[in-house]
């Protein structure tokens, strides 16, 4: 599964959580995080608290000592019987509560040895990279290159510094390249409205050319019927005129035959004949003009002739180059 803090994989042990390595070192500070941020209201004396248990007293004083060894929280009272050198061995080492004991407890506290809980541990197995107490030393680690964890301790520190120095300095390339993205994350934003504006503007002159095309189509149109319009009525009223006269020549022609002298209709028939040529041969021509409209094949027309192309032009990392974040760390578990 992924350590939860760092993200990198681990196999759970057989024994479940509780089979991760002990981190004593962040115990310590759980440990002295919960005793230095605690007001004294919030803490009360916990040998007086036993006594109470026992029905000796009443009354439980407020701690305002700690005693390391112990691990409890004392009065000032209480705290007497842990300094003295005949208690346990030896005199304890007791500290004022308050929020500089924090980093004096994470000082003075002792490490034990995983198999052997009793045991502080004093030597550092090179060959197994982890720290022992001596009863472990002497079983399991006595052929194995070793040393006094206080000695390894500073061969180790400058190790430590480094790579601390090296992280501080990936903290601030890290820091550096956010801040560059962030410009130009805004550099591209700013660009990317410069691209919409022009496309939206591009667009906007190609509708107002198409609605000028169509205006002049229309229009043109629009004059063509009004021609054809004015023309009609012209012939119309030309043939109206022919279909007058042609029926004037009709009627006047048959009165004559039918109740004229023979020597009217002699007197008559050439001018009656000439003038029957005449209206026959007058010719009125007439024809609409055809009108046809083929449209734009729109199928042949593409974005980059309507209004141009979006190109978009790839940065080398994005060309098969992915950012990968390591992380390598140690998962353990405290209690």
Known sequence: MPCPLCRKEFKIPLKGLGGLQHHFFIQHLVDARNVSTKSADEL????????????????????????????????????????????????????????????????????????????????????CNENVCLMCLAVKHRNHISGEISEVAETLRPVIDEDDTNILSGISNIQQRLEKIKEEVLEFTSQMDGVEKMVREA????????????????????????DCVKKTEIVREQLQLELVAMESFHAYSRELLDKGQPSDITRAANELHSRSTELLDRDIHFCLPQLTFT?????????????????????REDQGTSLCCLVECDCYYTA
């Open 44 to 127: 009360l004396c916990q040998a007086c608290l036993e006594e109470n248990q026992d029905g000796k007293d009443n009354v439980s004083a407020a701690a305002t000592m700690f005693c390391v060894d112990c691990d409890e929280s004392l009065c000032e009272k209480c705290s007497r019987h842990h300094r003295r050198t005949t208690m346990k061995g030896g005199a304890h080492k007791v500290r004022p509560l308050g929020a500089e004991l924090e980093q004096e407890l994470i000082q003075l506290r002792n490490s034990y040895c995983d198999k052997h809980k009793d045991k502080q541990v004093e030597m550092f197995c090179h060959d």
């Open 295 to 315: 449209p734009a094949d729109v199928t042949q027309l593409t974005s980059l002739q309507l209004i141009g192309k979006l190109n978009v032009v790839k940065s």
């Open 203 to 226: 667009g906007e002159t190609v509708k107002q050319l198409v609605d000028k095309q169509v205006n002049e189509v229309l229009f043109e149109l629009t004059s063509v019927k009004s």
